[in-house]
């Protein structure tokens, strides 16, 4: 425990700390004997977020559940993420003794998850904003993702492996699995005209471009492209 980077302590049933390990000691600048027998106001965290966590002890003690929760705590080394969880110390007799507690810093994973939420805003609004269709397919082009097909061809809440026979006419599959083919084997963008079902069943022309996706090492993720309706410029 007192080389674990995560912090790890004991609170008596009062709230009080009765353990506290190395890290966490560290992190606030005091000695073992500055933390024993004291709670969260006594040392010095922001009001709001001590009366939360010293509830969250009460909550552990009285419903014997474990608690999971996640807060910003600053110290000198600035504002950082921590999640935590408090779990009921069961003794002999069955009844609750003491609370451990164990932190770790989440600050990264949180700024990704930040990260991948504006990204997702982001892919939401184009998809809303753009006139085209925009359709996201796996890397091999197996399956069609979630897809709002406009007017142009049917939509499809789920993830679709029949995509292919549903959107396009039989006598364009060839066709088009050669290019998308061609665009795996060279991970290069896939363009190409070609004739679709509408939603109404009648036939009409898209001329759709797609992006390969890559990973660090230079696999195909999944592909990302955009279908545009050229049926009025075609005819």
Same mark, same amino acid.
């Given at each position: 425990?007192?080389?674990?980077?995560?912090?790890?302590?004991?609170?008596?049933?009062?709230?009080?700390?009765?353990?506290?390990?190395?890290?966490?000691?560290?992190?606030?600048?005091?000695?073992?004997?500055?933390?024993?027998?004291?709670?969260?106001?006594?040392?010095?965290?922001?009001?709001?977020?001590?009366?939360?966590?010293?509830?969250?002890?009460?909550?552990?003690?009285?419903?014997?559940?474990?608690?999971?929760?996640?807060?910003?705590?600053?110290?000198? !080394?600035? =504002?950082?993420?921590?999640?935590?969880?408090?779990?009921? &110390?069961? /003794?002999? @007799? #069955?009844?609750?003794?003491?609370?451990?507690?164990?932190?770790?810093?989440?600050?990264?994973?949180?700024?990704?998850?930040?990260?991948?939420?504006?990204?997702?805003?982001?892919?939401?609004?184009?998809?809303?904003?753009?006139?085209?269709?925009?359709?996201?397919?796996?890397?091999?082009?197996?399956?069609?993702?979630?897809?709002?097909?406009?007017?142009?061809?049917?939509?499809?809440?789920?993830?679709?492996?029949?995509?292919?026979?549903?959107?396009?006419?039989?006598?364009?599959?060839?066709?088009?699995?050669?290019?998308?083919?061609?665009? !795996?084997? =060279?991970?290069?963008?896939?363009?190409?005209?070609?004739? &679709?079902? /509408?939603? @109404? #069943?009648?036939?009409?022309?898209?001329?759709?471009?797609?992006?390969?996706?890559?990973?660090?090492?230079?696999?195909?993720?999944?592909?990302?492209?955009?279908?545009?309706?050229?049926?009025?410029?075609?005819?």
């Amino acid at each position: 425990l007192s080389h674990t980077a995560d912090f790890v302590y004991l609170f008596d049933l009062q709230g009080r700390f009765t353990y506290v390990n190395q890290a966490l000691l560290d992190l606030w600048k005091k000695n073992l004997s500055e933390a024993v027998g004291k709670n969260f106001f006594e040392l010095d965290y922001p009001p709001d977020l001590a009366a939360r966590l010293q509830r969250q002890i009460q909550e552990v003690i009285e419903s014997r559940q474990s608690l999971r929760d996640e807060t910003p705590y600053t110290s000198d !080394i600035g =504002t950082r993420a921590y999640e935590y969880i408090f779990v009921p &110390v069961l /003794g002999a @007799d #069955g009844e609750v003794e003491a609370v451990a507690g164990s932190t770790r810093e989440i600050t990264e994973r949180k700024r990704s998850e930040d990260r991948l939420s504006a990204s997702e805003e982001r892919y939401r609004v184009l998809v809303t904003a753009n006139s085209d269709v925009v359709y996201r397919m796996s890397a091999d082009w197996s399956e069609l993702y979630p897809l709002d097909g406009r007017d142009m061809v049917a939509s499809n809440a789920e993830p679709i492996r029949d995509w292919l026979q549903r959107n396009l006419p039989p006598f364009e599959h060839a066709r088009v699995r050669e290019a998308f083919a061609r665009a !795996i084997a =060279t991970k290069q963008t896939f363009e190409m005209e070609h004739q &679709v079902i /509408g939603v @109404d #069943g009648t036939l009409g022309w898209a001329l759709s471009r797609a992006a390969p996706i890559l990973d660090s090492s230079g696999n195909i993720v999944e592909w990302f492209g955009t279908a545009r309706d050229v049926t009025a410029l075609k005819r």
